[in-house]
């Protein structure tokens, strides 16, 4: 598959995507500065160890970057497994509360003012996955920047729980919830633009305090049918018009 047959987006199209990435990611490093402080002050009282954690992601091409994030588990507890069940021991009483609404996340946004990423993409995996489960149309997400949001991002904020085994956590989540995942972000690539990514913010923003409510919000209805394609028979959340 040839990248430039996934862009659908001009010479201004991409460069006004790459200005917004790094104007919102700016913006909410600034505005979420005092709530990293008092994340990192939680983190040091609560686990011995650094503040930060330096996950290692395959990025656009496959290519290996550093994706940043709060430490939310014991130091020396993360080569147990690459996949975080969701009542996994490791994770200490105040990093599951930075996880659940999503405080561990906001260091990305200095991945997006790096280049690393971007604000809207497929979600980077652990190298890990994607050497072992990845099949060919999986690796194709792998030709866009990764996003520190998406469809793939969204479906796990719905369904990422109940669909992952606690006592197999890597291999529940390769079979139950990466092919979903990964065939929303397939189908939006086809499609994506500027006003696309606009409502994939939206929704996300709207998807985190849901989830936490204990409801579900639906994706369009559009990437979901493309996404049948690659993983037809799955559970899919009711979907908009």
Same mark, same amino acid.
């Given at each position: 598959?040839?990248?430039?047959?996934?862009?659908?987006?001009?010479?201004?199209?991409?460069?006004?995507?790459?200005?917004?990435?790094?104007?919102?990611?700016?913006? +909410?490093?600034?505005?979420?500065?005092?709530?990293?402080?008092? +994340?990192?002050?939680?983190?040091?009282?609560?686990?011995?160890?650094?503040?930060?954690?330096?996950?290692?992601?395959?990025?656009?091409?496959?290519?290996?970057?550093?994706?940043?994030?709060?430490?939310?588990?014991?130091?020396?507890?993360?080569?147990?497994?690459?996949?975080?069940?969701?009542?996994?021991?490791?994770?200490?009483?105040?990093?599951?509360?930075?996880?659940?609404?999503?405080?561990?996340?906001?260091?990305?946004?200095?991945?997006?003012?790096?280049?690393?990423?971007?604000?809207?993409?497929?979600?980077?995996?652990?190298?890990?996955?994607?050497?072992?489960?990845?099949?060919?149309?999986?690796?194709?997400?792998?030709?866009?920047?990764?996003?520190?949001?998406?469809?793939?991002?969204?479906?796990?904020?719905?369904?990422?729980?109940?669909?992952?085994?606690?006592?197999?956590?890597?291999?529940?989540? +390769?079979?139950?919830?990466?092919?979903?995942?990964?065939?929303?972000?397939?189908?939006?690539?086809?499609?994506?633009?500027?006003?696309?990514?606009?409502?994939?913010?939206?929704?996300?923003?709207?998807?985190?305090?849901?989830?936490?409510?204990?409801?579900?919000?639906?994706?369009?209805?559009?990437?979901?049918?493309?996404?049948?394609?690659?993983?037809?028979?799955?559970?899919?959340?009711?979907?908009?018009?």
């Amino acid at each position: 598959m040839n990248i430039n047959s996934f862009d659908r987006r001009s010479f201004v199209g991409i460069l006004i995507k790459e200005i917004l990435d790094k104007s919102i990611a700016l913006m +909410a490093l600034v505005v979420a500065f005092p709530i990293l402080i008092v +994340a990192a002050l939680g983190i040091k009282i609560s686990s011995p160890g650094p503040i930060f954690y330096k996950a290692r992601r395959a990025g656009k091409g496959g290519k290996i970057f550093t994706m940043l994030k709060l430490r939310t588990m014991h130091v020396g507890t993360d080569h147990f497994s690459v996949i975080t069940a969701p009542c996994d021991n490791r994770v200490f009483a105040f990093g599951f509360w930075l996880r659940r609404v999503k405080i561990d996340e906001i260091l990305q946004f200095w991945n997006v003012l790096t280049g690393d990423m971007s604000l809207v993409g497929p979600r980077p995996e652990d190298p890990v996955i994607v050497e072992r489960y990845y099949k060919v149309w999986m690796r194709e997400t792998l030709l866009v920047l990764p996003g520190l949001t998406g469809p793939g991002t969204v479906y796990g904020y719905i369904y990422g729980d109940s669909l992952l085994d606690q006592s197999d956590p890597e291999i529940s989540y +390769a079979h139950n919830l990466l092919p979903q995942k990964l065939a929303l972000e397939r189908a939006y690539i086809e499609r994506a633009n500027l006003f696309g990514d606009i409502g994939y913010i939206i929704l996300t923003a709207i998807a985190i305090p849901a989830h936490l409510l204990r409801y579900n919000v639906s994706l369009p209805r559009v990437d979901i049918d493309v996404a049948r394609r690659w993983a037809p028979i799955i559970p899919y959340p009711s979907s908009r018009r």
